[in-house]
């Protein structure tokens, strides 16, 4: 039996279902338990379709800026190069920081 309250993720063929753990009295007082199950196969394969949209504007996004990036440096060739020297500094600042690779 699981912990009281305890939310437990149980494969059933291709479903996934969650088990909750729940006390509850009787007339007499006697502490019982029951089980909730509920099917959350949907809300599962919701949350990964959402990671991967997530993940797919995450790359659309940085090749926006890229190519904003190279317009102006195409426009300005002074300053080529400077937006990339920039990044990188930026980029070895955080690593020495100790900071994590991506900040959401």
């Known amino acids: 039996m699981a912990v009281v309250g305890e939310k437990v993720l149980v494969k059933e063929g291709s479903r996934t279902i969650q088990v909750t753990t729940m006390p509850f009295e009787n007339d007499e ?9 509920v099917d959350i196969t949907e809300r599962k394969l919701a949350e990964k379709n959402l990671r991967n949209t997530l993940a797919l504007l995450r790359k659309s996004l940085g090749g926006v800026i890229e190519a904003m990036a190279l ?30 690779k991506r900040k959401n």
């Open 29 to 37: 007082g006697d502490l019982l338990f029951a089980q909730v199950k």
């Open 71 to 100: 317009t102006v440096e195409l426009k300005d060739c002074y300053t080529a190069g400077h937006q990339r020297r920039v990044n990188d500094l930026a980029r070895a600042i955080a690593t020495e920081m100790g900071l994590p």
